[in-house]
């Protein structure tokens, strides 16, 4: 099987915080940059983070940096989405992507884009609410 599968979403309080998982299988997720995207209620899919697989940048939307913190950790072929002081507005279905650096040459310099995926996954909900 190859496929993404996120997990880490649920319930929080404004100003708390939650840990994002996007594992990988069927294939080593070090070998391709990732992205993570929301989907607020009404709104379009929107990037907000990424993670290249070679050189290790890592890109942040302006809405989310200094709270949000990408990191991997290629052993458990699996990369992460730190997510702190959270606020309402970040209430959305979390989704991560695949981008394969040959194919795409994406390595994360900028918004991740929705074109070019290789695999999405089917997301987890953060839910952030009194």
């Known amino acids: 099987q190859v496929q993404l599968v996120e997990s880490g979403g649920g319930l929080v309080q404004p100003g708390g915080s939650l840990r994002l998982s996007c594992a990988a299988s069927g294939f080593f997720l070090d070998y391709y940059a990732i992205g993570w995207f929301r989907q607020a209620p009404g709104k379009e899919r929107e990037g907000v983070s990424c993670?290249?697989?070679?050189?290790?940048?890592?890109y942040y939307a302006d809405s989310v940096k200094g709270r949000f913190t990408i990191s991997r950790d290629n052993a458990k072929n699996t990369v992460y989405l730190q997510m702190n002081s959270l606020k309402p507005e970040d209430t959305a279905v979390y989704y991560c992507?695949?981008?394969?650096?040959?194919?795409?040459?994406?390595?994360?310099?900028?918004?991740?884009?929705?074109?070019?995926?290789?695999?999405w996954g089917k997301g987890t909900l953060v839910t952030v609410s009194l």
């Open positions: 993670i290249s697989s070679s050189d290790r940048s890592t």
């Open positions: 992507a695949s981008y394969d650096l040959v194919r795409s040459g994406f390595v994360c310099n900028d918004k991740p884009p929705s074109y070019g995926v290789d695999i």
